[in-house]
């Protein structure tokens, strides 16, 4: 009996505990979200007494494909690569000018595929030069405790070793304020922890449209780029 209890000690401690919950958004103007549809909410936790452990480097892919990035939101560790395959029958250039990390692709055709390697934490949001209804969020974080919420809201968090941790959270519907509300400093025992229900709400957002890659209102789509059907 003891010598299968250190075993399972020595395996608690080697991949750490879970940490789980459950996530709702209220508020919104979403129909899919009316439909208890609660997916792309990230969630990380940061160590509040050391630094977190390097990042294993990743290598994920957002697709382009019927004019949209799937998946919408991703979440890679600093560090990590993204591949932007385009699997649509027409042209498309990811970019993003936005601080956390500004990248341009460039113009590339169908069957292609560009990458971008993401070296510093932040939340990165993606668009496409020619299609303004185009866009995506990419969650670069500096721990590798995260996830992204699916459809039920429902998240996990694996291999966290015990200890105290802040509970970050991101929804691009929510308001800056609104999510620093609800960040707060979590104990995870040995064990694993269960979080109480978060409630996003995203009253008071507003979507906006965006600018192209050079800071101008897009032009309307006339169904064709370069020669090629848009």
């Not at 958004?25 to 990230?42: E, F, I, K, M």
Request: contains cysteine; hydrophobic residues 40%; aromatic residues 12%.
């Amino acid at each position: 009996m003891t010598w299968r209890w250190l075993i399972f000690f020595s395996a608690a401690a080697t991949f750490g505990a879970t940490v789980s919950g459950q996530v709702e958004l209220t508020n919104s103007r979403d129909p899919n979200v009316r439909r208890h549809n609660y997916a792309g909410v990230v969630l990380w936790l940061e160590p509040v007494d050391h630094a977190a452990p390097a990042v294993p480097p990743q290598h994920l892919r957002m697709i382009q494909k019927n004019k949209q990035f799937q998946p919408h939101v991703l979440a890679i560790g600093v560090g990590g690569t993204v591949d932007f395959p385009n699997f649509d029958p027409i042209f498309h250039n990811a970019f993003s000018n936005f601080s956390a990390q500004q990248f341009d692709v460039g113009l590339y055709a169908p069957g292609t595929s560009k990458a971008v390697t993401f070296n510093k934490p932040g939340i990165v949001r993606v668009f496409c030069q020619i299609h303004s209804s185009m866009s995506a969020i990419i969650a670069v974080i500096a721990t590798p405790w995260y996830t992204v919420t699916p459809e039920s809201g429902k998240f996990t968090i694996g291999n966290v070793p015990a200890g105290e941790y802040m509970l970050r959270i991101f929804h691009e519907r929510a308001l800056p304020d609104t999510l620093k509300f609800l960040e707060h400093r979590i104990t995870v025992p040995p064990e694993g922890l269960t979080i109480s229900l978060i409630s996003i709400s995203e009253t008071g957002y507003i979507a906006a449209p965006h600018l192209d890659k050079h800071g101008k209102p897009y032009a309307p789509e006339t169904g064709t780029y370069g020669g090629v059907g848009k």
